[in-house]
């Protein structure tokens, strides 16, 4: 990158899943790989930002001169961030989080004496919303995976949490989205959006970060 375009800028941003115990051994988690986020923490650190990556669960290796903190549930990362945000200047909720976590995390391994079993779930926190809820919010840069009705629930996520900007994936095509190497994404912002067509992960990561570079330095 001979463009440094977001030299000095300190970008946090949130990839792959949470796991939400349920005992010592088991957990709930979801199908996220952190592909995307780990490509928007390479692809910004290459353009000059100081890059922190507070990841959930995933194989990937850290990117070069990328600060990586790692967290398991979404209790956790919501302390990785909250902990740091007061310095950063553009945050970019890209994980996978848990939206419920077991109420009670059972001490020792639960046994297979019941034909049912019930576990209640409670709301865990929105990072992204209470991101953007501070005060002195950093520009703030939302995710929303869909299968239908994309644009209604991404626009409606925009609103409802005070976002900048979000970036829509349609989940529902298997050819893009989670374990895949490629997306496809639709940035969507008050009174604009902007489609960017299906390609690599890492293409993608720097067309995003060019919008986001724009928007940023406008507001
Ligand atoms: O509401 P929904 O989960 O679809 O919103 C997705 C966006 O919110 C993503 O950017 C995700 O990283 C973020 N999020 C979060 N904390 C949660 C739930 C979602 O940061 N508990």
Not at 59 to 82: F, K, W, Y
Request: net charge neutral; charged share 20%.
């Amino acid at each position: 990158f001979a463009d440094k375009a977001l030299q000095g800028v300190k970008l946090m941003i949130t990839a792959g899943p949470t796991r939400e115990a349920i005992d010592p051994v088991r957990y709930i988690s979801n199908h996220s790989s952190g592909k995307m986020g780990y490509a928007i923490a390479e692809q910004a650190a290459k353009m000059g930002a100081q890059v922190t990556l507070i990841s959930g669960p995933v194989s990937l290796t850290c990117p070069q001169g990328v600060d990586r903190i790692n967290a398991t549930s979404a209790t956790e990362m919501h302390e990785a961030v909250m902990g740091r945000i007061g310095q950063q200047d553009i945050f970019i909720g890209c994980a996978a989080v848990a939206d419920y976590r077991p109420e009670i995390v059972a001490d020792a391994k639960i046994k297979k004496n019941n034909d049912q079993m019930v576990v209640t779930m409670v709301k865990n926190p929105d990072i992204l919303a209470d991101v953007a809820a501070l005060s002195d919010a950093p520009f703030t840069v939302g995710f929303a995976a869909e299968t239908h009705d994309v644009e209604k629930y991404a626009r409606g996520k925009l609103e409802k949490k005070k976002l900048n900007m979000i970036a829509a994936n349609d989940v529902s095509d298997p050819s893009i989205g989670f374990n895949s190497d490629q997306n496809a994404l639709t940035l969507y912002w008050t009174n604009g959006s902007l489609l960017l067509p299906a390609t690599s992960k890492s293409n993608l990561a720097s067309q995003l970060l060019m919008q986001v570079n724009q928007a940023y330095r406008k507001q």
